[in-house]
């Protein structure tokens, strides 16, 4: 920790009504790979959690501007319908100062049952946040612009900017970037069916699902990292959900989801869109790692581990167009 990161803290707590003289200790947190996250410990144990962004001159993806401002929107958001996760203490121009929630990073160190009894919980408090209607859609911060009257106007902003990203940036992809921008257009149509700009985390891999042990039995102590929330379709959250997999193989997830009255509808259009979301974040992991200039390992995992998706991704897009196109 630098004298920075204390000074820093101690005008955050004051500018927020909290005494400065309060902070007992400051220190970084591990996972965050785009802002600075750091936990501040006051003296009556009260925990709070401190994001700041990088300098507004750092290499980034168009979309990442003002990312805390979509971060504090889903906490609010998400405290509407009762779903744990961190609160809004204050907001300044360049931080987000929130509550800390319970618990530690989902990790491989629960039983079968303990993972599907979590995976059965998790689905229903997706489907609450799902129940969260925006007023317009898109990216909350306005990074792209203002929010959009309908989805496919929001959603096929988001693909151009991210593919104007990949040539920006001259990011490796598995396929040319102007073959990937047809691809998904010829599905563009099939985004019409979304009517209701809902809450969309877009995040949730295990590393942003919070595990508490508290009382002996795991519980979801929190859903973190909401900072690339946006106003969508709901289908968009079964993506990050199951990160290089496949929800539909999630029967816990699903069960409670449903339960919870989530919508989990697998037609031909919804696949269609599901296909378009996760070409979507995949070219995301693939372009990111140039600003980012991540390590040549780190490279060498994304384009092993990402490519062969985003490419099964793209094929189901052409796959499921044609099919539409011939229907």
Not at 143 to 164: E, H, I, K, Q, S
Not at 176 to 181: F, G, Q
Request: glycine content about 10%; aromatic content about 8%.
């Amino acid at each position: 920790m630098t004298e920075d990161s204390w000074e820093r803290a101690r005008r955050v707590l004051a500018a927020a009504g909290l005494s400065p003289d309060r902070l007992a200790r400051c220190r970084p947190l591990d996972g965050g790979t785009y802002n600075t996250v750091e936990e501040l410990l006051l003296t009556d144990g009260t925990r709070h959690v401190l994001k700041v962004p990088p300098p507004e001159t750092a290499p980034g993806l168009r979309h990442e501007r003002e990312l805390l401002v979509s971060e504090a929107e889903f906490y609010r958001s998400a405290a509407t319908v009762d779903v744990p996760a961190p609160r809004v203490v204050a907001m300044g121009g360049r931080h987000l100062l929130m509550t800390a929630c319970p618990g530690q990073s989902w990790n491989g160190t629960l039983t079968p049952d303990e993972q599907n009894a979590l995976r059965a919980e998790l689905g229903g408090l997706v489907a609450r946040l799902h129940q969260v209607t925006g007023p317009g859609f898109g990216y909350p911060s306005g990074a792209l612009g203002p929010l959009a009257p309908d989805w496919r106007t929001a959603f096929t902003t988001m693909y151009d900017a991210v593919l104007d990203d990949a040539r920006r940036y001259r990011a490796w992809l598995p396929r040319p970037v102007e073959e990937v921008a047809s691809t998904a257009k010829a599905a563009y149509d099939s985004l019409d069916e979304v009517t209701t700009p809902r809450l969309v985390h877009f995040d949730l891999w295990r590393g942003n699902i919070l595990v508490d042990r508290s009382d002996g039995t795991p519980r979801i102590g929190g859903l973190i990292d909401g900072e690339r929330m946006f106003w969508g379709d709901p289908l968009g959250d079964f993506v990050s959900l199951a990160l290089l997999g496949d929800i539909e193989q999630d029967t816990a997830f699903l069960t409670g989801y449903q339960n919870a009255g989530g919508s989990a509808d697998f037609g031909a259009a919804a696949r269609q869109r599901l296909a378009l979301y996760r070409s979507y974040l995949y070219l995301i992991m693939l372009i990111e790692t140039v600003p980012r200039a991540v390590d040549d390992d780190q490279v060498a995992w994304v384009r092993e581990a990402v490519a062969p998706q985003l490419v099964a991704a793209l094929d189901d897009v052409g796959r499921r167009g044609a099919g539409r196109s011939n229907g």
